[in-house]
C-alpha cells in the first residue's frame, strides 16, 4: 500500500513490510529518484507493554489503512491473532524523517504504542470480557463474536480519529440467541458496534477491558443498521491483501462539511458464536455472505443533530439512499458490494462491485439523501462489463481548477486498468 501525508517537515509514502510486516519505508523525495529509509515499529507491535499484557503481534497480515493526522501515524494490520485488531499510532521521536529509525515503544501510552483495540467499545474482540472470565458478559452489553481475521479503516475528521471494522453483535447467551446464520431480533440479535471515535486529537491506549476512555462507540443506533451483520474477513487466503468488496467498512471520507461510510453488511450473522471467537484466541468458523443476503449501506454523519456539533455521535447518522428495504444499491439488485466513497471537488462519487460490471454514482448536492440526489456515470463497467467487475482504490487529484477521480478496476486473475474521470 501505498499513501502520502504530512509529518511536521516531511512528506512521507509509506510501504509496509519487514519480518512481521511492521517496517514503514518512507521518502520524503520530491523529485523523481526516490530514496526510501524506514521505520522499524516491531517494538509498538511486539513488546510494548500497554495495559495488563504485551501484545505480541506477529500474526499480522498486510495492511488495511494508514493514516496520517496531527504529526502521527495510526496503522490498521488485519490478521487473525488474539489480539486483534492490530492498530498502532506511531510518532517517531524527531522530525524531520531524514534517516532509518527504530521505534521505541511509549510506555506510558501516550505517544507510539499499541492501541489495544481490542478493548475499544464496540470494536474490540474483548471490551466487554471481565478478568475473571473470558465468557462472562459485561454489565453493560453482552459478549461479542470477532471475526476471525480483522482490521480497521482509519480516518480522521473534525480534530478527531475515526476507526470502524466489522464491530459488536449483541446476543442474550452464549450460542443459542444469534448463531452463525441467524437473522435480526430486536435486543436479541443485532449489531451494536463497528464505529469508534477517539474525544481528543492525541489519544491513548486502553489499559484493559473496562478503561478505555479515550474512544467511544458511535455506531449508529438506527434500526436500519442494527438489523444487518457486518462483514468480517473470513480467510488468510484474502487478509494479506484485502480489496474493497472483502472489507466490512472500505473507506471513510469527508464531503461538504459531514462524514460519510461505505459498509458492507449481511441479512445473516457471519460470525461464528462459540467460547473461543470471545476469548483471547483465535476463531476459525467465520463465513462469507450468500448470495442475495448482501446489504451495501452508504451512511451520514451530520454532527450537528445531537451532542457535539463537530463530533459525530450514535444519533447523527442517517442511511443515504435507501432503496426501501434498508440498504443501498441504486435500484439495482447485482450491486451487491459497496466498494467506492470518493470525494472529488464538488461532487460525492459512490461505486459498486457488481457481476454485470462496476457501477458508479455521483452527486454535487451538498446534503444528498435519497436515490435521486445522485446519477449512475461511465456506463455499466466503464463500457467494459466484461473485465470491469471490482472497484480496488480510488483518489482524488487536482489539477488547476480540475478535478479527476482515478479509480483501479479489474476482476480476479486479470490486470488491473485504471479509469479516470473529470468533474465536468
Not at 405 to 410: L, T
Given at each position: 500500500?501505498?499513501i502520502?501525508?504530512?509529518?511536521?517537515?516531511?512528506?512521507?509514502?509509506?510501504?509496509?513490510?519487514?519480518?512481521?510486516?511492521?517496517?514503514?519505508?518512507?521518502?520524503?523525495?520530491?523529485?523523481?529518484?526516490?530514496?526510501?529509509?524506514?521505520?522499524?515499529t516491531?517494538?509498538?507491535f511486539?513488546?510494548?507493554?500497554?495495559?495488563?499484557?504485551?501484545?505480541?503481534?506477529?500474526?499480522?497480515?498486510?495492511?488495511?489503512?494508514?493514516?496520517?493526522?496531527?504529526?502521527?501515524?495510526?496503522?490498521?494490520?488485519?490478521?487473525?491473532?488474539?489480539?486483534?485488531?492490530f492498530?498502532?499510532?506511531?510518532?517517531?521521536?524527531?522530525?524531520?524523517?531524514?534517516?532509518?529509525?527504530?521505534?521505541?515503544?511509549?510506555?506510558?501510552?501516550?505517544?507510539?504504542?499499541?492501541?489495544?483495540?481490542?478493548?475499544?467499545?464496540?470494536?474490540?474482540?474483548?471490551?466487554?470480557?471481565?478478568?475473571?472470565?473470558?465468557?462472562?458478559?459485561?454489565?453493560?452489553?453482552?459478549?461479542r463474536?470477532?471475526?476471525?481475521?480483522?482490521?480497521?479503516v482509519v480516518?480522521?475528521?473534525?480534530?478527531?480519529?475515526?476507526?470502524?471494522?466489522?464491530?459488536?453483535?449483541?446476543?442474550?447467551?452464549?450460542?443459542?440467541?444469534?448463531?452463525?446464520?441467524?437473522v435480526?431480533?430486536?435486543?436479541?440479535?443485532?449489531?451494536?458496534?463497528?464505529f469508534?471515535?477517539?474525544?481528543?486529537n492525541?489519544?491513548?491506549?486502553?489499559?484493559?477491558?473496562?478503561?478505555?476512555?479515550?474512544?467511544?462507540?458511535?455506531s449508529?443506533?438506527d434500526?436500519?443498521?442494527?438489523?444487518?451483520?457486518?462483514?468480517?474477513?473470513?480467510?488468510?487466503?484474502?487478509?494479506?491483501?484485502?480489496?474493497?468488496?472483502?472489507?466490512?467498512?472500505?473507506?471513510?471520507?469527508?464531503?461538504?462539511?459531514?462524514?460519510?461510510?461505505?459498509?458492507?453488511?449481511?441479512?445473516?450473522?457471519?460470525?461464528?458464536?462459540?467460547?473461543?471467537?470471545?476469548?483471547?484466541?483465535?476463531?476459525?468458523?467465520?463465513?462469507?455472505?450468500?448470495n442475495?443476503?448482501?446489504?451495501?449501506?452508504?451512511?451520514?454523519?451530520?454532527?450537528?443533530?445531537?451532542?457535539?456539533?463537530?463530533?459525530?455521535?450514535?444519533g447523527?447518522?442517517?442511511?443515504?439512499?435507501?432503496?426501501?428495504?434498508?440498504?443501498?444499491?441504486?435500484?439495482?439488485?447485482?450491486?451487491?458490494?459497496?466498494?467506492?466513497?470518493?470525494?472529488?471537488?464538488?461532487?460525492?462519487?459512490?461505486?459498486?462491485?457488481?457481476?454485470?460490471?462496476?457501477?458508479?454514482?455521483?452527486?454535487?448536492?451538498?446534503?444528498?439523501?435519497?436515490?435521486?440526489?445522485?446519477?449512475?456515470?461511465g456506463?455499466?463497467?466503464?463500457?467494459?462489463?466484461?473485465?470491469?467487475?471490482?472497484?480496488?482504490?480510488?483518489i482524488?487529484?487536482?489539477?488547476?481548477?480540475?478535478?479527476f477521480?482515478?479509480?483501479?478496476?479489474?476482476k480476479t486473475?486479470?490486470?488491473?486498468?485504471?479509469?479516470?474521470?473529470?468533474?465536468?
Open positions: 500500500m501505498f502520502s501525508g504530512y509529518t511536521t517537515g516531511t512528506l512521507p509514502s509509506h510501504i509496509p513490510l519487514g519480518p512481521n510486516n511492521d517496517y514503514l519505508y518512507f521518502s520524503s523525495d520530491l523529485d523523481t529518484n526516490f530514496t526510501f529509509k524506514h521505520m522499524d516491531s517494538r509498538v511486539d513488546s510494548c507493554p500497554n495495559g495488563t499484557v504485551s501484545p505480541v503481534v506477529t500474526q499480522n497480515q498486510g495492511t488495511d489503512s494508514i493514516e496520517i493526522f496531527n504529526d502521527r501515524i495510526y496503522w490498521s494490520v488485519p490478521g487473525n491473532g488474539p489480539n486483534r485488531p492498530i498502532a499510532k506511531i510518532r517517531p521521536a524527531s522530525f524531520p524523517l531524514i534517516s532509518s529509525v527504530d521505534i521505541d515503544c511509549d510506555t506510558g501510552g501516550n505517544e507510539s504504542h499499541f492501541i489495544n483495540p481490542r478493548w475499544i467499545p464496540g470494536f474490540g474482540n474483548q471490551y466487554n470480557i471481565t478478568a475473571v472470565s473470558s465468557t462472562t458478559f459485561g454489565p453493560s452489553e453482552p459478549l463474536a470477532s471475526a476471525d481475521m480483522l482490521g480497521a480516518q480522521s475528521y473534525n480534530d478527531r480519529v475515526y476507526m470502524m471494522n466489522s464491530g459488536s453483535i449483541r446476543f442474550n447467551s452464549l450460542g443459542s440467541q444469534c448463531i452463525n446464520g441467524s435480526y431480533s430486536p435486543g436479541a440479535c443485532e449489531q451494536t458496534g463497528g469508534t471515535r477517539s474525544v481528543n492525541n489519544p491513548k491506549t486502553c489499559t484493559n477491558n473496562t478503561s478505555c476512555p479515550e474512544w467511544v462507540n458511535i449508529p443506533t434500526t436500519k443498521y442494527k438489523q444487518f451483520f457486518s462483514i468480517g474477513l473470513p480467510t488468510i487466503a484474502i487478509t494479506a491483501a484485502p480489496i474493497a468488496g472483502q472489507k466490512p467498512v472500505p473507506k471513510i471520507e469527508t464531503y461538504q462539511g459531514n462524514l460519510f461510510a461505505i459498509r458492507n453488511s449481511c441479512r445473516t450473522v457471519l460470525l461464528e458464536m462459540n467460547a473461543s471467537c470471545h476469548s483471547n484466541q483465535q476463531c476459525t468458523n467465520d463465513t462469507y455472505c450468500a442475495g443476503d448482501e446489504r451495501p449501506q452508504l451512511w451520514k454523519c451530520e454532527p450537528s443533530l445531537t451532542g457535539s456539533a463537530t463530533e459525530c455521535d450514535s447523527d447518522w442517517s442511511l443515504v439512499a435507501d432503496n426501501g428495504s434498508g440498504f443501498t444499491n441504486f435500484g439495482d439488485v447485482n450491486n451487491k458490494q459497496i466498494t467506492m466513497l470518493q470525494p472529488n471537488g464538488s461532487y460525492l462519487y459512490v461505486g459498486f462491485d457488481n457481476p454485470t460490471g462496476i457501477k458508479v454514482y455521483r452527486t454535487n448536492l451538498a446534503n444528498p439523501t435519497i436515490e435521486a440526489n445522485f446519477t449512475q456515470i456506463g455499466d463497467g466503464f463500457l467494459n462489463p466484461s473485465t470491469n467487475k471490482q472497484i480496488y482504490s480510488t482524488s487529484i487536482q489539477n488547476g481548477s480540475i478535478y477521480v482515478y479509480a483501479s478496476v479489474g486473475a486479470t490486470p488491473v486498468r485504471v479509469h479516470r474521470q473529470q468533474n465536468n
